[in-house]
Nanobody, 112 residues
C-alpha cells in the first residue's frame, strides 16, 4: 500500500520558516520524482516544487524560487521542503505527491 505522510506544518509569523517532511512507503522511492503541491483556502491545487529521483534536478514555481528548497533522502524514503521568508499567501494545506500517491496534507498557516 502506497503511503505518504506529511509533517512539519504549523502556525508561523510572516518572515518565519518551516520544514516540511513526507515519509514514504509502499513503493520504491528512488524510482520516482516527487512533488509538493498546495491548496490555499477556497482555491484550487497549486504545484509548488518538484525533484528528480536522485535529487539532482529541482523545480520551483516562480513565487517560491529563492524561498523554498526541496530535498530528498533516498536512504530514509523521505522528502523535505525548507520554507523560508514565509508570507501570508503561503497559507495552505501542503501535500507531497509521487509514486501515484498523495499524502493527507499538512496545514501551514502564516499569520501574525
Amino acid at each position: 500500500e502506497v503511503q505518504l505522510v506529511e509533517s512539519g506544518g504549523g502556525l508561523v509569523q510572516p518572515g518565519g520558516s518551516l520544514r516540511l517532511s513526507c515519509a514514504v512507503s509502499g513503493f520504491t522511492f528512488d524510482d520516482y520524482a516527487m512533488s509538493w503541491v498546495r491548496q490555499a483556502p477556497g482555491k484550487g491545487l497549486e504545484w509548488v516544487s518538484g525533484i528528480s529521483w536522485n535529487g539532482d534536478i529541482t523545480y520551483y514555481a516562480e513565487s517560491m524560487k529563492g524561498r523554498f528548497t526541496i530535498s530528498r533522502d533516498n536512504t530514509k524514503n523521505t522528502l523535505h521542503m525548507q520554507m523560508n521568508s514565509l508570507k501570508s499567501e503561503d497559507t495552505a494545506v501542503y501535500y507531497c505527491s509521487g509514486g501515484n500517491g498523495w499524502g493527507q496534507g499538512t496545514q501551514v498557516t502564516v499569520s501574525s
